[in-house]
């Protein structure tokens, strides 16, 4: 009977926890770990993604359920855990932690690596996944073959003689270092690649079977002399082939290239037959145009709505099932295809011959011109920019605000002050732009606010960021060094 007792109370406990919210649950999931516990409990972990933190960061709100969720994904192969460092600030100053939230990975409690990945629960989760395991994974037979390259991604299958191989032993150096991007494996059966034809020593890149298609080769070979430099350009080079399923982990590496994107329904989870009916079209005619300069790739447009919107100012009901299309230049142009994408493909056939003739025009992001631009400071949109900052006959001081940005109002009458000061100068403008809703043109680097630069007569191409105090005479003494020209203030040239 005392038996029957002690059950019960368990049997409850267990009902409750699986009543218990999926986001409770998940925010168990993250070990919290503190000064007294930190090292003992990361030594126990083979490999942990540590975030560490303050809970007023706003940077950090955003992080914590796609961090969450990511745990709850990686339970039982890789722990996540959480260091508040308002609170346990002497284990986030002994790991030289100074911005949040800051990501390290730590194998036996040991910092081995920052975590420069994704913030996604997705991409977290396939980013830690490969920091599982070893560097590369050693296949036996043909049907280990078959079983790795059978994958979502891309796969690395490096084929050697034997284990004393030397390219092995670089190989194996690559994957290490290469292992947080690619999937890497290897074998010491040359008969496992017998089937490609080949006899020797080599390297095959799978590319992922849902990307397979009649315009490329699903397997390429490279047989040069083998470094870690040689591998990764290769890698480099086909590893997205004609047209790469873009995300939100990839994007940036694929945008250091002139991009065409097509945006549409694309699913290759559920609906793979589906996701390449536009893809494949979208290759049909990218084939005609090889060697222009331009890449192309496909992208599910519900991750990128908000893009869309706020860089090609593409309603989020624009469309319909059919794809959006844009090109995106690496130097930050942007162009838009309004006609509709036909299933022929003769309306991208149109757009690509547009682009590459130079008819097409480009897509800014602007607010309206101001008709009355009376006031001291000369406010500026992406339609006025080049009038305005690159007038060849005058220094231009350009100040990028956020209208909600507390320290833009802060400094808002020491810059009319400024202007005020400057007002009878006809070869000075002051002027300032809002960042949130204008393009901000190419070759200034706008990452928060204010951020202000000075665009001087005969350098345009090369502006200045001014990096000074925020008082009126710091402003003024900077002006002085790298204006043009002497400053008249209040009406009269002054030597400052």
Known sequence: ??????????????????????????????????????????????TMLVKFYAPWCG??????????????????????????????????GRFGVSGYPTLKIFRYGRDSAPYDGPRTAEGIYQYMKKQT???????????????????????????????????????????????EQFRFAHSTDLQLAEDRGIHSEC????????LSNTFEDSVVIFKDYLTIGSLRRF???????????????NKDRLRVRDLLTAYYDLDYHHNVRGSNYWRNRVMKVASKY??????????????????LEDDFGLGTSDGGELPFVTI????????TMREEFTRDGQSLERFLDDYFAGRLKRYVKSEPVPERNTADVKMVVAESFDDVVNDPDKDVLIQFYSPSCPHCKKLEPVYRELAHTLYYD??????????????????????GFPTIYFAPVGKKDEPVRYEGGRELRDFLNFLKREASHSLVLSGSKDEL
């Open 203 to 210: 390297v095959l890149l799978f590319r992922p079977p849902r």
């Open 59 to 92: 940077h950090c709100k955003k992080l914590a359920p796609e961090f969450d969720r990511a745990a709850t994904r990686l339970k039982g192969s890789v722990r996540l855990a959480k260091v508040d460092c308002t609170t346990h600030s002497e284990t986030c």
């Open 426 to 447: 006809p070869k000075i403008v002051i002027a300032k732009m809002n960042a949130i809703d204008n393009d901000v043109p190419l070759g200034y680097d706008v990452q």
């Open 235 to 249: 890698i480099r080079d086909h590893i997205y082939g004609l047209c790469p399923h873009m995300t939100l982990e």
């Open 133 to 179: 395991g070893p560097d590369s994974v050693l296949l036996r037979t043909k049907e280990d073959l078959q079983a790795f390259v059978n994958n979502y991604d891309a796969s690395i299958v490096g084929v050697f003689s034997g284990a004393d191989s030397s390219r092995l032993a670089e190989f194996l150096k690559a994957a290490g270092l290469l292992r």
């Open 290 to 307: 090889g060697g222009r300069g331009l890449t192309y790739s496909v992208a599910n447009k519900k991750d990128f709505l908000s893009e």
């Open 1 to 46: 009977m005392a038996a029957a007792v002690h059950l019960f109370p368990t049997c409850v406990c267990v009902v409750l926890l699986c009543r218990l919210p999926a986001s409770v649950c998940s925010r168990r999931d993250v070990l919290e770990l503190g000064d007294a516990d930190f090292d003992y409990l990361a030594m126990e972990q083979e």
């Open 328 to 335: 995106r230049t690496r130097l930050g142009h942007k162009y």
